[in-house]
């Protein structure tokens, strides 16, 4: 099936920090959604992107949709601990079931 | 709020074991969907299901069946269990193309399954 890059694998930063992950696909994607999982929990969707260069933020979390389709970023401002979980990508690659992306493992030091 | 509930939170089976993974969500939606999750490997699809009866294959289906009699309920069965089916499976729900957010999946908190 279709395989989404997602990186870096895991990061480790300081409270206050600002964070930034990416997504690429060698295929065009219609949708890219962020989902953050917390220890023990299923996924919740963050944002949602539907158009080609769409930028949206969601409090402290942005998120661009890339220009090409292949790719799109997250970045979370500030952190603070309560942001530690995993973080993933997905993306619609014209079917009805997203492909997601491997995941990024983020923890943050108080 | 969407909920989704699956049966289990942690289930231990014995290899050959037929096992039955339960999931309901109260949402009406028309969309269902297993994944299973492993360290490094993100979410992979297993089945979904986009009707009542109705079933599509994702990218890792060997090994598991799945049933929906209801539109609420999406069982994934597998059918005889192997270590290597020793997973978190997680269970998601979404509306329709036509009726909302085609796209926000809602999750299940997930069963950790554990195959000896």
């Known amino acids: 099936g279709q395989q989404l890059n997602q990186s870096p694998q895991s990061m480790f930063i300081q409270e206050g920090e600002d964070v930034s992950m990416n997504c690429t696909s060698s295929?065009?994607?219609?949708?890219w959604l962020w989902y953050k999982q917390d220890p023990g929990e299923g996924p919740v969707l963050l944002i949602a992107l539907y158009k080609a260069g769409e930028l949206t933020s969601n409090g402290r979390l942005t998120a661009q949709f890339g220009i090409t389709r292949k790719d799109s970023f997250l970045n979370i401002s500030a952190s603070i601990p309560s942001d530690v979980g995993i973080y993933f990508c997905a993306g619609l690659p014209g079917r009805r079931a997203l492909t997601f992306g491997s995941g990024t493992r983020l923890q943050v030091q108080p | 709020d969407v909920k989704v509930t699956q049966s289990s939170r942690y289930l231990v089976k014995r290899t050959g074991e037929k096992v039955f993974l339960e999931c309901v969500q109260d949402?009406?939606?028309?969309?269902m969907f297993w994944y299973r999750q492993d360290p490094g490997l993100g979410l992979r699809l297993i089945y979904f299901s986009y009707d009542v009866k109705m079933k599509e294959k994702g990218d890792i289906p060997e090994g598991y069946s799945v049933s929906r009699e209801k539109k609420e309920r999406f069982s994934l069965i597998l059918e005889s269990a192997s270590t290597n089916q020793t997973s978190m499976y997680l269970c998601a729900s979404s509306l329709s193309p036509s009726g909302g957010d085609p796209y926000e999946q809602y999750f299940g908190p997930g069963t950790r399954l554990t195959v000896t």
């Open positions: 295929s065009i994607f219609n949708t």
């Open positions: 949402m009406d939606h028309e969309n």
